[in-house]
């Protein structure tokens, strides 16, 4: 059985730019933070890639800090942010959410784009400095939040805006959101790099207290010795990035189809939005998530069901729901993410197997009725 994989928004294939480069720094033993010349090497390593990926994002090297992820990126600026209010999106990462659950929450329209008069309202109540929380692009749906807009508001009100990009970069030119956010997020495995490093890109005058302490490493941002390899595979899907991201909006092709071949029995969500290339959020009716889930499988296919971080558990997806979709049906959604090795026989299989799976429970309601 062919393994078809249409879960990349949950995690990319490691890319050959990052293995390689991953498989060099192995041969590097010294502490980056050590000044002979062991760790004048790994050093190196560090900092090569910490200009590659402020390329990426368009911003001065200094400004990048490196992480053991996107969750810890997250957390380290909604917890470590001087402000007197929080306000996030109803439809962002938990790790958003959970980093400050009495945030105000931002309500989004049925598309999944957030209420920027909401968010007007909101700033316009607020005492003080508001710190803003709202994502580049959604991980379930896929869908692109006006950045422009909310940062304007945001700039009107004093206000610091934090972006998670991590859905992002890799997919859209990075440097889009770098032009108004005054803070993002990122993570390395979202962009055929390795698991268990990201970033934050902070811009000049926004500081915040480290979410971890003891040692001065990312100039006393971050304590903890760097993770060499992961960092070095990190810069080197950054570089490949830049070119790479030319060619991802043609990954719609194939999203398309999937949602042109479906389109009299399934329900897609946010799919009136503008989204991201390659995610499409399919419901099918009377079918529960898990069970498609498994089915898929079974037949060789990953996909998934909300948020790759909720793994273990299938609930109805947070998201769908305030976009107002009934918990039945929000129950009843899976993603399928595309990535650039996704190839048309494997869409074909999705197609192909999704509407079996359609067909035969169907069959089993009609015949317990």
């Known amino acids: 059985m062919t393994a078809c994989y249409l ?11 990052a293995r390689e480069a991953m498989a060099r720094a192995m041969e590097v033993t010294g502490n980056a933070s050590s000044v002979h010349g062991f760790g004048r090497e790994a050093r190196k390593i560090v900092e090569d890639a910490r200009a590659k990926i402020a ?6 090297p200094a400004n990048v ?3 053991s992820g996107g969750s810890e990126a997250n957390n380290a600026i ?5 402000s007197d209010s929080v306000i996030t999106s109803a439809v962002e990462h938990a790790s958003v959410l ?29 005492d003080g400095r508001a710190l803003v929380s709202v994502m580049a692009a959604n991980n ?30 890799g997919k859209r030119p990075l ?39 003891g040692g001065g490493q990312e100039r006393r941002r971050r304590a903890g010795t760097e993770n060499i390899i992961g960092i070095a595979g990190f810069g080197a899907a950054a570089e490949a990035a830049i070119n790479g991201v030319r060619d991802f909006s043609k990954i719609a092709q194939l999203r398309d189809r999937i949602e042109n071949e479906l389109s009299n029995d399934a329900k897609f969500y946010g799919s009136n939005s503008d989204r991201l290339a390659n995610t499409t959020n399919i419901g099918m009716p009377g079918v529960s998530a898990e069970t498609q889930v498994m089915a898929f499988d079974l037949a060789g296919i990953a996909v ?33 993410s595309l990535g650039p090795s996704t190839s048309v026989d494997e869409v074909e299989k999705f197609i192909e197997t999704w509407r079996g799976l359609r067909l035969r429970t169907r069959k089993d309601a009609e015949a317990a009725a």
């Not at 929450?105 to 909101?122: E, F, K, Q, Y």
């Not at 997020?185 to 926004?206: C, E, M, Q, Y």
Request: hydrophobic share 45%; proline share 5%; aromatic share 4%.
């Open 98 to 126: 959970d980093a400050h659950p009495d945030a105000l929450r931002i309500p989004v329209d049925t598309d999944g784009v957030v209420d920027v008069n909401a968010l007007s309202t909101m700033l316009s109540k607020t």
């Open 140 to 169: 379930e749906t896929g869908v692109v939040q006006p950045i422009a807009g909310i940062s304007k508001l945001c700039k009107d009100a004093g206000a610091v805006l934090h972006v998670d990009a991590i859905q992002w970069a």
């Open 7 to 17: 879960d990349h928004n949950a995690t990319t294939p490691l890319g050959l730019p």
């Open 55 to 60: 390329e990426l994002a368009g911003i001065a």
């Open 304 to 336: 998934s069901a909300g948020s790759a971080c909720s793994s273990g558990k299938v609930e109805p997806s947070h998201v769908l729901m305030a976009m107002g979709v009934s918990k039945q049906e929000a129950a009843e959604a899976v993603r399928v």
């Open 175 to 213: 440097f889009e959101i770098t032009a108004y956010a005054d803070v993002l997020t990122l993570s390395a495995h979202k962009f055929n790099g390795p698991s268990g490093v990201g970033a934050i890109v902070v811009k000049d005058g926004v500081a915040f207290e480290p979410l971890i302490r």
């Open 65 to 67: 800090i490196f992480t």
């Open 78 to 82: 909604l917890r470590g942010v001087n």
